[in-house]
């Protein structure tokens, strides 16, 4: 596709219960990102994958979050168990290689929210 | 540590008015690269512009300027004669020549522009 899409785009669960996130990034581009967005507030960083390389999972908040990048291509974020506090828009990116000037571009967001 | 300070929260103005938007970026890396988004109520990250920290540069869009300083940490970005098609969010994004995957939002600034 054109852009960097992302399914679903709202996501109501049940807390406890699992959820996966997917996100397919535009076509060629290698490096990968995701982000997470609280209501009103900034954008906070969670992972972010490029080409074979080991993932940076710096951002996860804990270990209920996970995600995996297959073929090198789309994105699967997953969190176990989720909590109230895990509602958010969950944001997708994308961009060209792994050079550190080339912009990202961003998916349209899941929205989750844990009742 | 990489860090972005957006510090206004809210900006209010009337159509046709001139605004400026304030950015202030801390860093180690000698090497980086700031971006700024635009995140209108559809909710999706828009790229506005990507500035090297080796390119001092102003730059001019239409009505959208960038005035990056690097003896004071600050990229900052004026919309002229505002319209209200500018009403969203707009995030500062910082990301270190020697961090390729993790861009660092600012807060995000809301600018209302009214009729």
């Known amino acids: 596709g054109a852009g960097v899409s992302q399914s679903p785009s709202n996501k109501v669960t049940e807390k406890g219960k699992d959820v996966e996130l997917r996100c397919d990034p535009i076509?060629?581009?290698?490096?990968l990102y995701w982000y997470r967005q609280s209501l009103g507030q900034g954008l906070e960083f969670l992972i972010y994958?490029?080409?074979?390389?080991?993932?940076?999972k710096s951002g996860l908040p804990s270990d209920r979050f996970s995600a995996e990048r297959t073929g090198g291509s789309v994105s699967t974020l997953t969190i176990q168990r989720t909590q109230q506090e895990d509602s958010a828009v969950y944001l997708c990116?994308?961009?060209?290689?792994?050079?550190?000037?080339?912009?990202?571009?961003f998916g349209q967001g899941t929205r989750l929210t844990v009742v | 540590a990489q860090k972005v300070t957006q510090a206004q929260t809210e900006i209010s103005v009337v159509e046709k008015e001139d605004v400026t938007l304030d950015c202030v970026y801390e860093?180690?890396?000698?090497?980086?690269?700031l971006f700024w988004y635009k995140q209108p109520p559809s909710g999706e990250l828009v790229f506005l512009i990507r500035?090297?920290?080796?390119?001092?540069q102003n730059e001019i869009s239409g009505r959208y300027s960038w005035n990056f300083q690097k003896s004071t940490s600050s990229f900052n970005f004026t919309i002229t004669a505002s319209q209200v098609v500018d009403s969203a969010v707009y995030f500062c994004?910082?990301?270190?020549?020697?961090?390729?995957?993790?861009?660092?939002f600012g807060q995000g600034t809301i600018l209302t522009v009214h009729p």
């Open positions: 990116a994308s961009s060209f290689g792994g050079s550190s000037n080339t912009e990202a571009f």
């Open positions: 076509s060629g581009h290698t490096a």
């Open positions: 994958f490029q080409g074979n390389s080991a993932p940076d």
């Open positions: 860093t180690r890396d000698t090497t980086y690269y």
């Open positions: 500035r090297n920290s080796f390119d001092e």
């Open positions: 994004a910082l990301r270190g020549g020697t961090s390729y995957g993790k861009l660092t």
